[in-house]
């Protein structure tokens, strides 16, 4: 492997959210304090450490900024005020431009806009759809489906979850390539991918690590939005026909509670998490990167769009629906399609792939000593 220094690398990471890393002078206290370190995985003093010294290839393979989940309680404890936290922070932003073959998420990140320029463009695009494409517009009453025909919306929604799941998983593959494939040493025999997979399920379903940091406020919090989150999509990408009617359901109805359980978490989870960035008192809130802003922006525009179209649907106001509808699908869509395999939105994706991968690593190591360890001649 060719290790280079590369002293410019701090500079780089900088564009990525980094504050002040090159004041560390590595005592160590920031990892003596994360609850999450292990011996094993002594960070983040060691990534400071490959940071310092520019060590892109060894970050690479490195798993542990996914294994960070940002309470701030290093940087809170460092004596220099090189603020680790962030520094952890700008490199899973760095790693999420480096798993992205096709660059844009670097560009995203890098460039406002590149950014905020996307995201125009494809809001443009929706509402350009709509002005060419729409259904009939029906005055005397509300017909959503009638001016926005179900059949259409759900065959975009079906092109967009696969154009997200595509790039997505595409980058998860090099991901895969950089942090176990680029490693010579280790043999992985497939049955401990099988084995581990479990891993990957259990800790993108509960972010069972989130909950071990001293505040668990945080982990609920994230817990809670990422249900919504994920419920919310499920429902528009699978069962968008049962979802969106034009019948007005009882109250006690599944469509609409289940409707109004995602949309209470996602207004509180987006809602807080803006909050938190305007106040800027909790560790975690003090340096904002505009991505950090732009995901609950979208998130928050899109609940509230979301809300009106249910509101003006039910006070009988179709023109106010129709238009109030295009403006949210103009919002929801970049939300996803950029967001999703590009932004902030794929460290939901990368955390448990990387602890998975770090897992099988583990395993595979531990299978590879095991007969070293049994004396010669020994039986
Ligand atoms: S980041 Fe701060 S606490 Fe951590 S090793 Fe450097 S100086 Fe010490
Ligand atoms: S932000 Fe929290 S979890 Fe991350 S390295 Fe610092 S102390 Fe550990």
Redesign the pocket.
């Known amino acids: 492997m060719n290790l280079r220094a590369n002293p410019a690398f701090l500079s780089e990471l900088q564009e990525y959210g980094d504050v002040n890393i090159e004041a560390c002078f590595n005592c160590g206290n920031?990892t003596a304090?994360?609850?999450?370190?292990t011996d094993e995985t002594p960070?983040?003093r060691n990534n400071i450490r490959l940071m310092q010294l520019g060590l892109k290839e060894r970050i690479l393979q490195n798993t542990d900024p996914w294994l960070?989940?940002?309470?701030?309680?290093?940087?809170a404890t460092c004596p220099r005020e090189a603020e680790?936290?962030e520094a952890?922070m700008a490199l899973r932003r760095w790693l999420t431009g480096q798993y992205d073959w096709t660059g844009l998420a670097r560009r995203f990140y890098t460039s406002k806009v590149w950014e905020l320029g996307s995201i125009l463009v494809v809001s443009a695009f929706i509402v350009l759809m709509f002005m060419f494409f729409h259904g009939p517009v029906v005055t005397q009453q509300v017909e959503l489906n009638t001016f926005a025909p179900i059949h259409l919306v759900h065959t975009g929604d079906w092109i967009m979850a696969g154009f997200l799941s595509f790039f997505l998983l595409s980058n998860v593959l090099r991901m895969y390539i950089l942090i176990i494939g680029k490693v010579p040493i280790i043999h992985i025999p497939l049955s401990i991918y099988i084995r581990e997979a479990w891993n990957l399920v259990y800790h993108a379903a509960t972010q069972a690590r989130f909950s071990q940091?001293d505040d668990r406020r945080p982990w609920i919090n994230h817990i809670l939005l990422v249900s919504g989150y994920f419920l919310m999509f499920t429902i528009i990408v699978l069962f968008l026909p049962w979802f969106q009617t034009d019948n007005l359901y009882p109250l006690y109805h599944p469509q609409r509670w289940l409707g109004y359980y995602a949309t209470i978490v996602l207004l509180y989870g987006a809602g807080q998490a803006l909050w938190g960035r305007i106040k800027k008192v909790q560790q975690m809130h003090r340096f904002s990167h505009l991505s950090d802003w732009i995901f609950p922006i979208l998130l928050l525009l899109t609940t509230v769009t979301g809300i009106l179209v249910h509101a003006f649907r039910y006070a009988g106001w179709p023109l106010a629906t129709y238009y109030t509808y295009v403006i949210h699908l103009a919002i929801l869509t970049p939300m996803l399609v950029l967001e999703v395999p590009f932004g902030k939105w794929a460290h939901l994706a990368y955390r448990p792939f990387a602890i998975y991968f770090q897992r099988i690593r583990e395993r595979a190591a531990l299978q590879q000593q095991t007969p070293s360890m049994v004396p010669a001649g020994a039986d």
């Open positions: 920031c304090i994360c609850p999450l370190s960070f983040p960070c989940y940002y309470c701030g309680d290093c940087s680790p936290a952890q940091c």
